[in-house]
Nanobody
Framework: VQLQASGGGLVHTGDSLRLSCAAS????????MAWFRQAPGKEREFVAA???????TYVDSVKGRFTISRDNAKNTVYLQMNSLKPEDTAVYYC?????????????????WGQGTLVTVSS
């Protein structure tokens, strides 16, 4: 599976953005997909995940503001980000796995997109 992330940009506090991650391959629907982010000088952190069956999980800091979804017909996973804050500024990466590993750990994911930069100004 090859992943291509897009949709980042420069926004202001309170604005919204929708990230997209397009996947190649015929087995996309069987993958758990996730978004991670990495802010300057910080480690990559888990943001949200969606299972093959549509179950979702979020890090506490984005609950109620971000929504992860998938369209298996389009081989695409989305991250709708609302009420953005300066602390959401980071490079956002999409990732995929189907080995049943922890959804929170980056090492569980074998497939990664190239990252898309989100900058939220105050």
């Amino acid at each position: 599976v090859q992943l291509q992330a897009s949709g980042g940009g420069l926004v202001h506090t309170g604005d919204s953005l929708r990230l997209s991650c397009a996947a190649s391959g015929r087995t996309f629907s069987s993958y758990t997909m996730a978004w991670f982010r990495q802010a300057p000088g910080k480690e990559r952190e888990f943001v949200a995940a969606i299972s093959w069956s549509g179950g979702t999980t979020y890090v506490d800091s984005v609950k109620g503001r971000f929504t992860i979804s998938r369209d298996n017909a389009k081989n695409t996973v989305y991250l709708q980000m609302n009420s953005l804050k300066p602390e959401d500024t980071a490079v956002y990466y999409c990732a995929g796995q189907r080995n049943g590993g922890s959804i929170y750990g980056s090492r569980s994911y074998h497939y990664w997109g190239q990252g898309t930069l989100v900058t939220v100004s105050s």
